[in-house]
């Protein structure tokens, strides 16, 4: 679309001004009406110095508006004006001149200065420098060159109403300029002309000028210096620096070009796209014009401009930077209807760390596309661009608290000087542009939906089934054991798994609907978990609406498969994967967090008066500040229905005067249960109940003190409540117990409400401090109201706002006695050991401990869905709801001291962080003793598990495969009874006395019966698998001269105990295939086994094995105590055993047999047998109990 012309518009009058040209803004023309005149902003193409002060008709322009269009736009003269009046004569003069050729040698000269007459010099333009404004002086530089040679002379322009003069100067044109004196750079030293107030300029006219003969003023040198009154004071140089790169660097070549401005690709930090294929940019230059003119469609002549290629790895564009050196010309207008997008040089970030770290075009490029990241992501929950991008002194913004660290970090501190002034003068150019390196940049801040992408790539990059389960296990895994083991698994990425490493940025938010902490920015959330170094739950409600930065995190990728392997031997045919899905989240360390700019940081723990609160009237005539409107946003972002307006209690007391007031009540977390489906039965608008299972959680409490009223939420610091109680002491003050209920938009508090958490709930706008008592109602029917253990029931609204004060653990000074009014509560939390004893008679128990292993695995058969749970599938479960997760606790890190906890999976989509070594604090579990007096627990509706601390980048494994890694501690079998629960497991030093059974068969991989020679023997109904799994167990007694142990081997354990090596256990596999199953029985059980025909070979072979005295050796075994045995033995007296010894027979006590599982075998050679025996020997005393004999 064509700009409007003279014959579109009327052609308006006016008088050239040069006021704003002196400002270093451009021409001005000012249009006379009545007593007053209006001034607008002109861009032309050609200007004379004679136009100034005179009358001129325009008939061809365009106005150009600005994209803000609260903003005045200006002029563009498509055409040169019409004089309405004559212009007046130049009187021809003949003028004294002299050349560059005579007068460069003068500025080498030592004489003073004050001694010189001032001197006109005539040449040609053939430099230009661009405007420039430094500590308020504009001045600028040009360079007029002899006619014939190359020598030149540089001429400073800094008179006020000479500044026009950079409009009229044409590159190429002669000039003359009379009344120069010389100066010299204060810092430098270096000499130049300086005009003076008299200075003219005048186009050359070899009849109008005579060369002038120097006076004797300018013969000979003097050793005088020049006099400080005729330095040069514009300013010193910036100190800024260069950054320097180690290896190879590129030289940039200078060169010219004329192209055309297609697009505008961010006028604040001064890039444009020419011809689509070039990157121009500015940024180097003072743009005092603004680029008024430089629009899509205009066309622009680049003269002595560096051709930067490829300044970026990631960077398509060949970039041509405009240093000091260069002048940018405009050759013609954009007839495009595009509007003006001028730059702001105040407060522009860009600008700023470019001139104040003195980057390089690499780098300033990559800090370009930081901030148009940053924006990008953040500008719609903050509102206005200002706020995002602004940087004042001693307070800089969000976008700077995020670009300057990492500047500091890739800008290296030893940098050189930037001389700006010896940019432009030196004979031999040096400037940031001239040297630069290809930068691939180090780190990379990706939006959160494309983190979750990449991450989600890499989980399934590095997934391999056959990685996932030890090898030697899944050989003899069946077909639904092996499936279920590779159903859940799980990787983790750390900032340095990715290359350049990833920056993690982020609103944190939480979400009421899932119940979870998380990160937004624009396009899309990420899940997170956050912790405390010092073990402590992270409570922070304050940071709700903060934007985090995260360099140090953990990304975890759950991966949940559905699979149909037959066997081991199919686990590289990722065929035999149906569906794949995935859960990410990050978590980390709150004191890994830099926060960029915090909501609520500024009405919390800072006194404000009513000359700082930022305050926008509305229609009505009331205030609101921008936090309410910035979290009416952010809430709005989240869920865009509409509040249903709180609480109406509040609401009917509320006058116009208590609109800012609000009440609050203290109190102490007591018990806190998990989230879930519960049957509260709520009460809707039409008068009917909720029938559906209401997702909600509820916590116990305790109301410290009486409800508060305050006259704004800023005034809720203090907590008079525990003053209170301090001064008057536990006689005077009473605690009541509360049942706090959490559902619908109040679930987005369960991530920060833990045990012995100080809290405090406000509901603002409200006066009456009889709300919380209003909205009690008994959880139970009224025949059981008179026990006193039933707590009113409190249903939290969904606009009270919950405030974490502080940990009860860790009080002021002012909250001790409170402290010790609250002691004599029954909140214990046990240890592993203690729930491990015999004598612990608890039924739900609280305890923290880390994880050491993570294994899913079936639920029990026997037990039943709760009628919540099999109502329907709940939405989101990403496991079947037949399978459960078995979690290994140990106390601390290396503790052998183990307890299990059995999870379903219906609550395994609310809890994340379940890593093998994340400590974690369990409540409420359900304590069980299994059939074989183990000791477990069970996730149950009540329970709670909270993270305490993450585990360490060193101990998370890539699956969910994590065995114990420590060492096995050396014991005798006589100290085995003392030992049950605290030696999980250990190692003996033992002899095999001999194999008592052993059993190998192959079974189907679907229905576990026997499979011979290759199919399912099961006939009815038939099994249509044809995939077998081998398996082998023996049972073996050991001694090792305490006592003895039954042993109970599996597997590829069989083979060890045996001796055979792995072509002979191959070979024995493979001639049991051919009959099934082959079951041997010897020693004390002799005659109660199957018998085997003497012709079988195998048969013949493994029994003359089992009694052959090849076995009887000593070994080293890892074992673990058999908690499974084959059936349940009651605990056995001490017997007593005949032992003969040649023809002398002894009596003995016998200790009953352990019953152990075998985990390793190892051979002892001679030499190391001798070692651990001496070993032994030395430890015998106080672990040797023998019987004596008679």
């Known amino acids: 679309m064509a700009e409007p012309s003279a014959a579109s518009a009327p052609s308006p009058l006016g008088v050239w001004r040069d006021g704003a040209a002196a400002a270093g803004r451009g021409a001005a023309v000012r249009e006379e009406r009545g007593r007053r005149g209006a001034a607008a902003g002109l861009q032309l193409l050609h200007f004379e110095l004679k136009w100034l002060e005179s009358l001129f008709l325009f008939p061809g322009w365009a106005y150009i508006p600005q994209t803000d269009h609260g903003a005045a736009g200006y002029v563009e003269v498509l055409e040169d004006p ?12 003949t003028i004294p001149v002299i050349y560059p050729t005579l007068a460069e040698p003068l500025l080498v000269s030592r004489i003073p200065c004050k001694k010189r007459t001032k001197l006109s010099v005539a040449g040609e333009l053939s430099r230009l420098s661009p405007l420039l404004c430094i500590h308020q002086k504009t001045f600028f530089f040009l360079f007029l060159k002899c006619f014939t040679s190359v020598v030149w002379v540089p001429v400073l322009v800094k008179k006020p109403n000479q500044l026009a003069w950079h409009h009229t100067l044409q590159l190429g044109h002669k000039y003359t300029i009379t009344s120069l004196s010389i100066s010299s750079l204060k810092k430098s030293g270096q000499r130049i002309f300086v005009t003076s107030v008299s200075s003219c300029l005048l186009p050359y006219c070899a009849e109008q000028v005579k060369e002038q003969a120097l006076d004797s003023s300018w013969q000979g040198e003097s050793s005088l210096s020049a006099l400080p009154e005729t330095t040069e004071q514009l300013s010193d140089s910036s100190e800024l620096g260069v950054e320097e790169w180690p290896g190879s660097v590129k030289e940039s070549k200078i060169i010219s070009y004329v192209g055309t401005v297609t697009k505008i690709l961010n006028a604040q930090a001064g890039l444009y796209e020419l011809d689509s294929k070039v990157c121009l940019c500015l940024a180097y230059q003072q743009l005092l014009n603004s680029a008024r003119g430089i629009r899509p469609g205009a066309c622009v002549e680049l003269i002595d401009v560096h051709l930067i290629q490829k300044p970026l790895v990631s960077s398509p564009f ?62 719609c929950f903050f509102g206005r661009q200002r706020l995002l991008l602004s940087s004042i002194h001693r307070n800089p913004g969000p976008a700077e608290k995020f670009l300057v660290p990492i500047l500091q970090a890739v800008v290296p501190d030893r940098r ?160 035999h994967v149906r569906e794949k899905k995935t859960s990410i989240y990050v978590q980390f360390y709150i004191e890994d967090v830099q926060v960029l700019h915090s909501v609520e940081g500024q009405i919390q723990k800072e006194p404000q008066s009513k000359n700082n609160t930022s305050l926008r009237r509305k229609n009505d005539g009331s205030s609101t500040s921008d936090l309410d409107i910035l979290e009416a946003k952010v809430r709005k972002l989240e869920d865009p229905k509409p509040d249903p307006g709180g609480d109406k209690s509040c609401q009917r007391g509320e006058s116009s005067t208590g609109r800012s007031c609000c009440v609050s009540r203290l109190f102490l977390v007591t018990q806190k249960e998990g989230l879930m489906l519960r049957n509260y ?143 004599g509560m029954d909140r214990r939390i046990s240890s592993i050991p203690e729930i491990l004893s015999n004598s612990f008679r608890g039924s739900l128990v609280s305890f923290s401990g880390e994880i050491v292993e993570r294994t899913l695995c079936a639920s029990p058969k026997s037990k039943k869905p709760s009628a919540t749970l099999s109502l329907r599938k709940q939405k989101g479960s990403l496991l079947a709801s037949d399978h459960s997760v078995k979690l290994s606790i140990s106390a601390a890190a290396g503790s052998p001291i183990v307890l299990d906890i059995y999870i379903a999976a219906t609550y395994l989509q609310h809890l994340r962080g379940l890593l093998p070594g994340a400590k974690l604090l369990f409540q409420n579990l359900e304590r069980k003793i299994s059939r074989f007096h183990n000791v477990y627990c069970a996730y149950i509706a009540s329970s709670c598990v909270t993270i305490l601390s993450l585990p360490a980048s060193h101990q998370l494994f890539t699956s969910s495969y994590a065995g114990r890694a420590s060492s096995p501690s050396l014991v005798f079998i006589s100290n085995l009874q003392l030992q049950l629960q605290t030696l999980p497991q250990a190692r003996i030093l033992c002899h095999v006395s001999c194999v008592l059974t052993l059993s190998l068969q192959w079974i189907c991989s679907l229905c576990s019966s026997i499979f011979k020679e290759g199919k399912c023997t099961r006939h009815s109904p038939p099994c ?167």
């Open 416 to 575: 050189e000087t930037r001389d700006i002034y010896n940019e432009i003068l030196a004979k031999i150019h040096h400037c940031p542009l001239q040297k630069y390196l290809t930068l691939d940049p180090p780190y990379q801040v990706p939006s959160l939906s494309a983190l979750g992408h990449v991450a989600e790539q890499k989980g399934w990059e590095g997934f391999c089934p056959s990685q996932l389960l030890s090898p030697l296990e899944a050989q003899h895994m069946g077909t639904q054991e092996l499936n279920r083991r590779l159903a859940w698994s799980y990787c983790t990425l750390s900032a340095g798994s990715f290359q350049p490493r990833l920056i993690l940025l982020g609103v944190l938010r939480v979400s009421s609907r899932k119940s979870s902490l998380q990160l937004q920015d624009s396009s899309g959330t990420l899940p997170c978990v956050i912790s405390h170094r010092d073990g402590s739950p992270f409570a922070n409600t304050a940071l709700i609406g903060s934007l985090l930065q995260v360099e140090n995190y953990q990304l975890v990728v759950e991966r949940f498969i559905q699979s149909d392997f037959p066997s081991w031997e199919q686990l590289e045919n990722s065929e």
């Open 681 to 823: 039965q709520l009460l809707k608008e039409g008068g009917g109940e909720e029938q559906e299972p209401q997702r909600s959680f509820q916590a116990t409490v305790l109301w410290l003190g009486r409800p508060q009223l305050w006259s704004h939420p800023r005034e809720t610091k203090s907590l008079p409540e525990l003053e209170e109680a301090s001064h008057s002491g536990e006689e005077s003050v009473t605690w009541q117990e509360a049942l706090l209920l959490f559902m619908g938009k109040s679930l987005q508090w369960f991530p920060f409400l833990h045990l012995d958490g100080l809290y405090r709930f406000i509901v603002p706008r409200c006066s009456d401090l009889e709300v919380f008592d209003k909205l009690n109602f008994p959880p139970v029917s009224a025949e059981f109201l008179g026990r006193p253990s039933f707590p009113l029931c409190l249903p939290v609204q969904d606009n009270w706002h919950l405030q974490h004060e502080t940990w009860i653990s860790f009080p002021t000074e002012h909250q001790l006695t409170a402290k010790a009014l609250l002691t």
């Open 1024 to 1190: 249509p698998s044809h995939t077998g799994v081998r398996q082998a167990s023996a049972r073996v007694l050991v001694e090792d001269g305490t006592g003895e142990a039954l042993v109970l081997c599996r597997n590829q354990h069989v083979a060890a105990m045996l001796g055979l090596s792995l072509l002979e256990w191959e070979a024995v596999q493979s001639c049991v295939q051919s009959r099934g199953s082959l079951f041997i029985q010897y020693g004390e059980a002799t005659g109660t086994g199957c018998v085997e025909e003497l012709e079988d070979p195998i048969a013949c072979y493994l029994r003359n094995l089992c009694r052959s005295s090849l076995i009887c050796r000593p070994i080293l075994l890892d074992f673990s105590l058999d908690r499974k045995p084959s059936k349940v033995l009651q605990p056995a007296p001490v017997q007593l055993r005949n032992f003969r010894c040649g023809e002398v027979e002894f009596v003995s006590q016998v200790r009953p047999r352990q019953s152990l599982l075998c985990l390793n075998v190892e051979e002892v050679g001679q030499k190391a047998l001798c070692c651990l025996n001496r070993e032994r020997i030395e430890s015998m005393s106080g672990h040797c109990q023998m019987g004596t004999t008679t």
């Open 82 to 93: 019409v004089p309405v009046n004559c212009l007046p004569k130049e009187v021809s003069a």
């Open 318 to 379: 060949i970039v041509l930077g405009a240093c000091l050196n260069s002048t940018v010309l405009l050759r013609s207008f954009s007839r495009l209807s595009t509007p003006y997008q001028p730059p702001v040089t105040s407060r522009n970030l860009c600008l700023q760390l470019l001139f104040r770290y003195n980057l390089g075009m690499p780098l300033y490029l990559w800090l370009v596309s930081l901030l148009e990241t940053f924006k990008e992501r953040f500008s």
